[in-house]
């Protein structure tokens, strides 16, 4: 229940390197894009990319992540974006030229409009201007999402005996088939399946190890959440695992799996 008022503001670095729709590239902080030791990896996306920033930096203690997220904010160029997305993403070629990140992760709210043939180009446009800066890229599938906020669920769970089970709907499962299919022959380029790694035969993780809910909201990750999901992203990518190392905290003890 304490989760149902959670405050991401600084775990997802809100309004420095997580952006809102009303701020501009150049609100980005330089602390967000400063190049570091070890392998340099660029984190692009909108909410799904920042909730996995604190995971991330845990997994990979070696490496420098550098983030440029937005809210609301698809890693390509969509129809219908607002213009401040639309100004964030074309600067992408720009940017990956002038920091040349060893390695780009491509993290959104992935959803059916992303089928659209315009969409499937436009992501097309955005892992080619990676790849042409010289950077590998990953892709990180859909977030587990779910029809009603996560600790609400929890609660109807433990109080109520409310099934737990069937709460994502199956049109993630669906888009993440077709990212898979999508890009599994692009140069340069691996996916990792989120939804394979949190929710095996469509039974989703709902609770880290020390009984955190995985997101505190319907899809959201909590900081714990976070940290699991990045622990088990970096381990399923073979060019993210070699980038930095793997941070076991996530993933000791048994998470809770409905």
Request: charged fraction near 15%; proline fraction near 6%; aromatic fraction near 6%.
């Amino acid at each position: 229940a304490g989760f149902i008022n959670y405050d991401h503001s600084g775990v997802y670095e809100e309004g420095t390197c997580f952006l809102s729709p009303g701020q501009t590239f150049e609100a980005l902080q330089p602390s967000c894009l400063a190049r570091g030791p070890g392998s340099n990896i660029l984190l692009w996306g909108d909410s799904h990319a920042a909730h996995l920033v604190d995971g991330l930096k845990r997994a990979m203690s070696q490496a420098t992540l550098r983030r440029a997220t937005m809210a609301q904010c698809v890693p390509y160029l969509e129809r219908g974006q607002s213009a401040a997305c639309g100004e964030f993403n074309r600067r992408l070629p720009e940017l990956l030229r002038e920091h040349a990140p060893d390695i780009v992760i491509l993290s959104g709210n992935w959803t059916r409009s992303g089928m659209a043939p315009a969409a499937r180009a436009d992501l097309f446009a955005t892992i080619a201007a990676a790849t042409a800066a010289g950077s590998r890229v990953v892709v990180i599938g859909p977030s587990p999402q779910f029809d009603r906020p996560l600790p609400h669920l929890l609660i109807a769970s433990s109080r109520f005996g409310v099934d737990s089970d069937g709460h994502v709907p199956t049109m993630f499962f669906a888009v993440d088939d077709f990212l898979r299919d999508l890009l599994k022959s692009v140069p340069q380029t691996d996916y990792v399946s989120l939804l394979d790694l949190l929710c095996p035969d469509k039974h989703c993780v709902l609770q880290t190890a020390d009984g955190a809910p995985l997101a505190w909201d319907d899809g959201h990750f909590t900081a714990q959440g976070s940290e699991l999901a990045a622990t088990r992203i970096v381990a399923a990518s073979p060019a993210l695992s070699s980038a930095g190392t793997i941070s076991s905290i996530g993933e000791q003890g048994a998470a809770q799996s409905r």
